[in-house]
């Protein structure tokens, strides 16, 4: 068994890894691609190729403009048995455009990440945090100069990846703050996100395009791009009720996260028991339909 394109940043192989040990596929060969890319872009957008298709899905800026579908390492879409992707938004971009055939759609999982266990333990000795790695970028840097005036004890913290680093970092923070890199990009930042949120973080996060499809949306507060460092400072005076509404005894959350993995655990088996979609004709199929769209394969 292959799995592409895996990193140290993919916070759902975890997942992935913990499912195929307990259930060991009978195929020797088979391929596993972990998207990680975004890839509801508008028009505009660095990095985006001639090729990806303007989709169905209305920007969150202007709904007179749609975002495109951007795909990244096209060619594992069609050589991969199974298509790892972090969140549900990507694939609903993909699937109302009808990107790819019915085939090569069915391949695609979601894998949400989740590399450990629910917890909204921890001292929080951390009041509001975000871990952006470039500072530089203008929109986040305006977004760290406003959350420095209004939040005292914020941190911008960065240069920790490994999972046990991370665990530790978002079981000792309350606030978490997420925006996007670019006025272009706007898949949801499930990892970091999610991850954070699994730890009994607070996450304040910028609107996102699908909100309504993501399992955990409820758990996150959202907000528009410029009310981020007040929102924040909002939250932080509030802290202790927003944390009783979000990871209080009375919250769904801990249940809805298994439930996720659940689903997910459910998903692969339903394809890994799908024998055609693994069978030598179906990767020929794929493959051809690569050459025939221009991947490299």
Request: glycine share 6%.
């Amino acid at each position: 068994m292959k799995f592409l394109n895996a990193s140290i940043y993919t916070t759902n192989v975890p997942l992935a890894e913990a499912y195929f040990r307990k259930n060991p596929p009978s195929y020797r060969s088979i391929s596993v691609f972990f998207q990680h890319e975004h890839n509801l872009v508008l028009p505009g957008g660095r990095s985006l190729d001639k090729a990806d298709q303007i989709g169905e899905i209305k920007s969150i800026f202007d709904p007179a403009e749609k975002y495109h579908v951007r795909v990244v390492n096209k060619d594992y879409y069609y050589c991969s048995d199974i298509v790892m992707e972090y969140n549900i938004p990507n694939i609903e971009n993909i699937k109302r455009a009808r990107a790819f055939s019915a085939e090569i759609a069915e391949g695609i999982v979601y894998c949400p990440s989740l590399p450990f266990p629910y917890s909204n333990l921890g001292e929080r000795g951390l009041s509001v945090i975000s871990n952006f790695v470039n500072e530089a970028e203008p929109r986040r840097a305006w977004v760290i100069e406003g959350l420095r005036r209004a939040c005292p004890g914020y941190q911008n913290i960065h240069g920790i990846y490994d999972l046990q680093g991370l665990r530790n970092l978002y079981s000792s923070a309350r606030i978490i703050v997420n925006t996007h890199q670019t006025w272009h990009h706007h898949s949801i930042e499930e990892f970091r996100v999610l991850p954070a949120l699994a730890c009994g973080c607070i996450v304040i996060s910028e609107k996102v395009p699908l909100m309504d499809v993501i399992p955990y949306s409820e758990y996150i507060v959202w907000c528009d791009y410029g009310a981020i460092p007040e929102v924040a400072a909002h939250v932080l005076a509030n802290y202790a009720s927003y944390f009783e509404s979000i990871h209080g005894p009375s919250s769904g959350l801990k249940m809805l996260l298994q439930t996720m993995q659940e689903e997910f655990e459910s998903s692969m088996d339903n394809l890994l028991n799908n024998r055609k979609h693994f069978s030598a004709a179906s990767r020929l199929r794929r493959r051809l339909a690569g050459w025939a769209r221009g991947a490299s394969l």
